[in-house]
């Protein structure tokens, strides 16, 4: 199969370099482009300056390329973006689908993390507030192509959620449904762990009159505690000399076939031969794999 006009994405966040599982995560994405001759991009989610490692932006990239990732077009970086960001949220605030909270983490407490709109009618001033949006009663639900269906009702399930925080950055969900739109990116492979941040960002794109992308949700390398792997976990960086192995590593974690042999092969070599045997239908069906059970 070949679709030139598949674009997929690699959308990492700079607060730490790239570990085990977002190479899982990385990689899916890629295959999942270059499988069928399509555009892979990389776009550094870095609209949280407080959260950022220093160096991890160029650590990011040095590492997909010395894995062998190499990627389309110039590198996108969301800080750049905030213009456009701007205008949305003013937009949406015009037609009364936003408004201004001033809610504290304490007030918000024994809600369970579903916003109850204690601030929706109360017309507060922006200034010092963040910025949620409102969302209706209704379910939104969408068939990913490896978790299948998944739905979720947006009013009882999360509430009115955070397009802008207090501290004048803008909120994730805001930020990746306009710049997967501006780059016309129709596919997303992602970790398991935004699946249900989805039906969100359906909302929004339905709201802003955006295509709605194909979804892939591939499972979460987990610890044996059950936290995935991350930055905040301590997860040991890639390293360029392990990067054979830990494509195959990968691969495994991703279900795909490998072959004897292939731990002599370059990343190059081991990347053309995934690239042309990738299956998404055999990745497992599941939120998550034990990083235990891949060694």
Known sequence: MNDSSYIGRFAPTPSGYLHFGSLVAALASWLDARAVGGTWLVRMEDIDPPREAPGAQAAILNTLESYGLEWDGEVVYQSLRHEAYAEVLERLFRQGLAYACTCSRKQLEGYNGVYPGLCRNAGHSRENAAIRLRVPELVYHFDDRVQGHFQQHLGREVGDFVIRRRDGLYAYQLAVVLDDAWQGVTDIVRGADLL???????????????????????????????????????????????????????????????????????????????ALHWNPDILPRRLSVPEADLR
């Open 196 to 274: 249900d941040n989805t039906p969100r960002q359906l909302y929004l794109q339905e709201l802003l009159g955006l295509a709605q992308p194909r979804y892939l949700h591939v499972p979460l390398i987990v610890q044996p505690d059950g936290h995935k792997l991350g930055k905040s976990y301590r997860s040991p960086p890639l390293a360029a000399d392990q990067a054979t192995a830990l494509l195959l590593r990968a691969l495994r974690a991703l279900g795909q076939t490998t072959e004897a042999g292939m731990e002599q092969g370059t990343p190059a070599e081991v990347l053309a031969h995934a």
